[in-house]
């Protein structure tokens, strides 16, 4: 890819794409927890199916607060499950 300025040619940059790893370290949690969040959120609808785990810089941030999301929802569930189990023991 190459634009032309008066004979000059410049290479247009892509952007550096950022790994999965480096997401999950963002989000705190493992590489493999984030792969499996982001795979029942994309049967869910909720983001796109990849065959790389690989994000643009820009999309880094929604992908986090995604992950961080899930993760905050799960541990609500796994609260209100304790909650019921330990009413029910009551």
Do not use: C, H, N, Y
């Amino acid at each position: 890819m190459t634009t032309g300025e008066k004979g000059k040619t410049q290479e247009k940059k892509e952007p550096e794409m950022v790994a999965l790893k480096e997401v999950a370290k963002k989000a705190g949690v493992e590489p493999r927890e984030a792969r499996s969040i982001l795979r029942k959120l994309a049967a869910r609808g909720e983001g796109e199916k990849r065959q790389r785990w690989q994000f643009f810089p820009k999309e880094v941030d929604s992908v986090v607060s995604k992950i961080k999301g899930a993760v905050a929802e799960k541990a609500k569930a796994k609260e209100a499950k304790a909650a019921a189990a330990e009413e029910e023991e009551e």
